[in-house]
Structures are given as structure tokens and as C-alpha cells.
């Protein structure tokens, strides 16, 4: 009776030792730099601060942006983005586009995969400014990974006031 419950525990452990190997996640390889990233999002201001209070949006009228662009990885911690944001609003059953952002900066990368981009900004309606971005990569897959994103945009020019405005940006990186 011994000796088939000591051969029982060889058994188990064996097995145990041979599905452990068998099924194990493999280890991913270590990323290559340079290493160029497309991306593509959606981003809903919450609302802006000028001169004038605060509006926020959904209140007059929608407005959402479209982010797409090229992050070009120089190494784990540091990076470059050029993201473009066409701007759609919607208001009294019309919809148009308002404006074009093109948006080149530095990304700052840490671990635990936030992301610090302080993003210049140049609009198509003549206005310009920055972006700070703090990102998060909320799931990471081999072939993807989807991201949050929260941008603080100051804008001036085109004999407009200054304004403050934030959004929240979810996107997909590939």
C-alpha cells in the first residue's frame, strides 16, 4: 500500500514538473530600439477655461477628436510622437470639422508603462500652444495594447483669449 502511494507522489510530481514546462507562458523576447509604434484613438474634451468660464463640452455643442499617429521608441525610457487630431463638432443637427492638431513631442516613459509627453501644438485655425499628457497602458497584449490618456491643452493666438482645456483619450497601440 506504501509503495503505490509513494509511486502516486513520483507520478504527480512528474507530471506536475513535465506540464509546468510544457504550458508555461514563453518568455517574450526583449524589445529592440528603435522600434516605430502606430497608434489610433478617441478623445473627448471634458471642457474648457477661458476668459469667458468654463464650458464643458456636450453642454452647446459636441466636439471629439480623432488621434492617430507615429511614436518612434529610441530606447525603454525615451521616445518621440507625432500625433495628428482631427477635430469634429456637432451642433444643431449639423456636424463639420473644426480644425487639424499636429502635435510632435518627447515621450518620457517610466515603469509600470506610464507615459509623460509634453506635446507642442499647432492648429490648423491658426491657433497654437502645448499639451502635457500623462498616459497609461491599461492592457498589453503580444501584438497590441490599449492605453488612457489625459491631456491638458493651453492654447493662444488667432486674436482669441487663452483658454485651458482637458480630455480623456482612449486608444490602441500596435
Known amino acids: 500500500m506504501k509503495s503505490n502511494k509513494t509511486k502516486g507522489l513520483v507520478i504527480f510530481v512528474a507530471l506536475c514538473f513535465f506540464f509546468k514546462y510544457s504550458f508555461a507562458q514563453q518568455n517574450q523576447p526583449a524589445p529592440t530600439y528603435p522600434n516605430v509604434v502606430g497608434f489610433f484613438a478617441v478623445?473627448?474634451?471634458?471642457?474648457t477655461l477661458d476668459n469667458k468660464g468654463y464650458t464643458a463640452n456636450f453642454?452647446?455643442?459636441?466636439?471629439?477628436?480623432?488621434?492617430?499617429?507615429?511614436?518612434?521608441?529610441?530606447?525603454?525610457?525615451?521616445?518621440?510622437s507625432l500625433e495628428?487630431?482631427?477635430?469634429?463638432?456637432?451642433?444643431?443637427?449639423?456636424s463639420r470639422m473644426?480644425?487639424?492638431v499636429f502635435h510632435p513631442g518627447v515621450m518620457f516613459r517610466y515603469s509600470h508603462d506610464f507615459t509623460f509627453i509634453p506635446r507642442l501644438?499647432?492648429?490648423?485655425?491658426g491657433r497654437y500652444g502645448f499639451t502635457p499628457v500623462f498616459s497609461k497602458v491599461i492592457?498589453?497584449?503580444?501584438?497590441?495594447y490599449i492605453y488612457l490618456s489625459l491631456s491638458e491643452a493651453a492654447?493662444?493666438?488667432n486674436n482669441l483669449p487663452s483658454s485651458y482645456s482637458t480630455g480623456l483619450q482612449l486608444g490602441i497601440g500596435f
Open 59 to 80: 453642454s452647446k455643442r459636441s466636439v471629439i477628436g480623432i488621434p492617430f499617429g507615429l511614436n518612434l521608441l529610441k530606447s525603454e525610457h525615451i521616445g518621440y
Open 43 to 47: 478623445l473627448v474634451p471634458v471642457g
Open 139 to 144: 492592457i498589453r497584449q503580444k501584438n497590441y
Open 121 to 125: 501644438a499647432f492648429q490648423t485655425d
Open 155 to 157: 492654447r493662444f493666438g
Open 98 to 100: 473644426e480644425y487639424m
Open 84 to 94: 495628428m487630431v482631427p477635430f469634429i463638432s456637432a451642433q444643431n443637427g449639423s
